[in-house]
């Protein structure tokens, strides 16, 4: 099995279908596991204030990266990451905790790793 790829510092935008909605994930340590998946911990929205959250990473059937994560709040997202460093891609369902509905974001790398 591969070791998971690194994401430690590594920045998402994402954006809503509607184009309506644009959020940031930014990956700021990421721990390797005996299983070869990799835990992490990260802010979401850091220009807005930011919440802390931890998630797990994994790779999936097709070899892309399966990553989730919760908020403080309840609210979760459930995503993949695709593509190569320098230029990941992810998209995924964010379910808010207050029952607004799950909705679609995806966005791509902006910010390389450092």
């Known amino acids: 099995m591969n070791p998971l790829a690194d994401l430690a510092n590594v920045?998402?935008?994402v954006i809503s279908d509607d184009g309506a909605v644009s959020?940031?994930?930014?990956?700021q340590a990421q721990a390797a596991q005996a299983d070869g998946s990799a835990t992490f911990s990260?802010?979401?929205?850091?220009?807005?204030?930011?919440?802390a959250v931890t998630g797990t990473l994994a790779y999936d059937d097709a070899g892309n990266i399966h990553l989730t994560f919760v908020f403080a709040d309840g609210?979760?997202?459930?995503?993949t990451v695709s593509g190569q460093p320098g230029a990941y891609h992810f998209d995924g369902i964010l379910t808010p905790a207050d029952s607004s509905g799950?909705?679609?974001?995806a966005g791509d790398q902006s910010v390389a790793q450092f």
């Open 75 to 79: 609210g979760s997202f459930d995503s």
């Open 23 to 27: 959020h940031q994930l930014v990956i």
């Open 102 to 105: 799950p909705a679609h974001l």
């Open 11 to 13: 920045s998402f935008t």
């Open 42 to 51: 990260g802010m979401w929205d850091p220009a807005n204030g930011g919440q």
